[in-house]
């Protein structure tokens, strides 16, 4: 069974609001692109999806925008190509290498994670809690950024349950962010 991984910017203060961490840098970025290139698939909520192709999508004209730079290509690239199973209720149809995902979320999860494959990856906010409320998350991935964002939406909001977790791994980058990578151990009611 693939692991599924929830991978996240988060500030110290818990915001995981796309923009209110550092910028990425390339030493960052190739800690995304390696992640990215360890993921079968991609699953996402409707929000992170449309956010992500409006980000990284490969343009129709076949060159990449003038504000991307170089070192950002790499991650471009690996996320453009990676296989997505995109949660939504609202949309009626996705493209960029994707597909809906319908009907009961557990279940669906369950049986992507019955594929073989190195892993499946889940990012953004809404859908990652919900995935953490019914267990399915087999390790979590926070890059914790050095800034203290003082609003917006922050980590695992709402979670029903305590998770404990297990630091399996570390890295800390030059900009004094630092990778955490934890794995459940038990769940217990708060």
Request: aromatic share 8%; charged share 25%.
């Amino acid at each position: 069974m693939k692991p599924l991984r929830y991978s996240i910017n988060v500030t110290l203060d818990g915001c995981v609001h796309h923009e209110a961490g550092l910028a990425p840098d390339e030493e960052s970025m190739r800690y995304w692109t390696a992640e990215m290139e360890r993921a079968d698939a991609l699953l996402f909520g409707r929000t992170t999806y449309e956010l992500m192709e409006s980000a990284w999508r490969h343009p129709a004209t076949g060159r990449w925008p003038d504000w991307m730079r170089e070192w950002e290509i790499p991650f471009a690239e690996a996320i453009d190509r990676t296989r997505k199973y995109v949660v939504s209720s609202t949309l009626s149809v996705v493209d960029w290498n994707a597909e809906l995902v319908r009907g009961d979320l557990g279940q669906a999860v369950e049986r992507l994670k019955q594929e073989p494959g190195e892993g499946l990856f889940v990012g953004g906010v809404t859908l990652p809690l919900a995935l953490a409320d019914l267990g399915l998350i087999d390790e979590y991935v926070f890059v914790v950024q050095p800034v203290l964002a003082g609003h917006g939406p922050t980590l695992l909001a709402g979670l029903r349950e305590r998770i404990r977790l297990e630091l399996v791994d570390r890295q800390e980058f030059r900009s004094g962010a630092v990778a955490l990578r934890y794995r459940p151990t038990s769940r217990s009611v708060t």
